[in-house]
């Protein structure tokens, strides 16, 4: 990593501390069952102060995987009904904790292809879980990261940048101490500065090294 890469990586980790989000209580643990399904929970959820309650209420009636796999479906989706899709939501979250009674004897696995395995676990969640539960280097590249890291590195030229480059990007700038910290803050970043529209860039941390918003400061400069 570039020292100037360096430097960035620290200003979105000093940013994340003061401003991200940190008050979820599935950031405040290192229980994978619980950060496990709380990225479950959010899957196709844009807001996240609609999935808080009904994490909070999940985690009192199934703080395990062993009282989840012997809850009812109806109960279940009762419970998660306000989050939508909750018919294929509450099977999935039953089949889940079955899974992972009879392959795992119960426990939350720590090597990818485990994770990805899982019903309804995809590289974004079981990347959250490796990285938020067990300290690994993962990236968490969701819309937000890309957004982030696409207006930052691409440029208007290359702006929105493919999946590829997005994931290139992400595992180069990766810390070794901090991922987490770095992965959360970028995942901020993108959901309450560096949003798709109207991005406040008087208050982003990055603006300095961002290349798209450096070139439209340039094109408005040639256009005065």
Known sequence: MTSENKKMVGKIIDWYKVNGRNHLPWRRTKNPYKILIAELMLQKTHAVQQ???????????????????????DEIRTIIGSLGLQNTRSRRLKELAVHLLERFDGQIPREHNDLRSLPGVGDYAA????????????????????????????GKEDYP?????????????????????????????????CRPKSPLHSVCPVSKECKLYNQELEDQKRAL
């Open 161 to 193: 940048p493919s999946k590829g480059v997005t994931w290139k990007l992400a595992l180069e700038l990766i810390p070794e101490d901090g991922c987490k910290e770095f992965n959360l803050g970028i995942i901020d970043l993108g959901a309450l500065v």
């Open 51 to 73: 999935v808080l309650p009904v994490y909070i209420e999940f985690m009192k009636r199934y703080p395990d995987v062993k009282a989840l796999a012997n809850a009812e479906i």
């Open 127 to 154: 990347n959250a879980v490796s990285c938020v539960a067990f300290g690994m280097k993962k990236p968490m590249v969701d819309a937000n990261f890309g957004r982030v890291l696409g207006r930052v590195f691409c």
